[in-house]
């Protein structure tokens, strides 16, 4: 199985603070990879797929970035209803795997 | 609109069954892959099971394999999770999830808990 592993486990930032979160597969995934976000109490929400495609009606401040191995996913000017948990997740083979999340809170 | 509503949840004792149903609306259900993925309290998203567009193909993760089994109706648009023989561990909320193009999960049901506890 496909490991993935998101650092950091959780960031303290600020309204407006640039935020990066990055994704490393065991193995190359090619560009397989999806990010989502979830707040609590609710499912999870996609934001990017296959590593840089944005989905529609998320806003342009989430940015996806890398292919093979290593991913990054950018909020560029964080805003209040973006504090939540993101995920990444691979989609190159079976079993799909989740990265263990990244918990964004407020400083 | 595209919908997933999820149903069957419950608290069951270990070694028990209980069954899941996603019932979906808003697209042609026959034309997309399916899954499950499941979230133990406190923790991170876990794939589950997958059944391909025409049930021809299904595959299970290892912690659910032999126990799980992952159908749908076509007819009714509605997809379904057989749980066998639940485990303390497999406490979790339960989410059914569509496979959208670019093999990315759009929508999601809105998730159903499952509390195997004796």
């Known amino acids: 199985d496909i490991q993935m592993t998101q650092s950091p486990s959780s960031v303290s930032a600020s309204v407006g603070d640039r935020v990066t979160i990055t994704c490393r597969a065991s193995q190359g995934i090619s560009s397989w990879l999806a990010w989502y976000q979830q707040k609590p109490g609710k499912a999870p929400k996609l934001l990017i797929y296959a590593a840089s495609n944005l989905q529609s009606g998320v806003p342009l401040r989430f940015s996806g970035s890398g292919s093979g191995t290593d991913f990054t996913l950018t909020i560029s000017s964080l805003q209040p209803e973006d504090f939540a948990s993101y995920y990444c997740q691979q989609a190159n083979s079976l079993p799909w795997t989740f990265g263990q999340g990244t918990k964004v809170e407020i400083k | 609109q595209v919908q997933l509503v999820q149903s069957g949840g419950g608290v069951v004792q270990p070694g028990k069954s209980l069954r899941l149903s996603c019932a979906a609306s808003g697209f042609t259900f026959s034309t997309y892959g399916m899954h499950w993925v499941r979230q133990a309290p406190g923790k991170g998203l876990e794939w589950v099971a997958i059944i391909w567009y025409d049930g021809s193909d299904k595959y299970y993760a290892d912690s659910v394999k032999g126990r799980f089994t992952i159908s749908r109706d076509n007819s009714k648009s509605t997809l379904y999770l057989q749980m066998n023989s639940l485990r303390a561990e497999d406490t979790a909320l339960y989410y059914c999830?569509?496979?959208?193009?670019?093999?990315?999960?759009?929508?999601w049901g809105q998730g159903t808990l499952v509390t195997v506890s004796s």
């Open positions: 999830a569509r496979e959208d193009g670019s093999r990315r999960f759009d929508p």
